[in-house]
């Protein structure tokens, strides 16, 4: 069992900066593929990146340029540095865990943490 706990999300203006990090609760984490996902009020759940355990990066083309995924092994820690953020980006965002490579849907992450709001006023 994973467990996933994600933090740094908040109410910022456009155009400025957030560091979301998801501290997981497993001692095989290196072995995870980490993703970040987000959802924003009557949408689907979407993708936004993902880092696999050797740290080959994937980006949803809607945040490329624009946010980071990265990963401390040795902390246990996912993080997605988000930079000139847009009103679109408002969403809850989620870290996930999964066992395979390239993942990009939902339905390919075992674990998931419980959220953190990310709120982008124009």
């Known amino acids: 069992q994973v467990q996933l706990v994600e933090s740094g999300g908040g109410l910022v203006q456009a155009g400025s900066s957030l560091r979301l990090s998801c501290a997981a609760s497993?001692?095989?984490?290196?072995?995870?593929?980490m993703g970040w996902f987000r959802q924003a009020p009557g949408k689907e759940r979407e993708f936004v990146a993902e880092i696999s355990w050797y740290g080959s990066t994937y980006s949803a083309d809607s945040v490329k340029g624009r946010f980071t995924i990265s990963r401390d092994n040795a902390k246990n820690t996912v993080y997605l540095q988000m930079n000139s953020l847009k009103p679109e980006d408002t969403a809850v965002y989620y870290c996930a865990a999964s066992p395979g490579r390239l993942v990009t849907h939902p339905h390919e992450y075992s674990y998931w943490g419980q959220g953190t709001q990310v709120t982008v006023s124009s």
């Open positions: 497993t001692r095989s984490f290196s072995s995870y593929t």
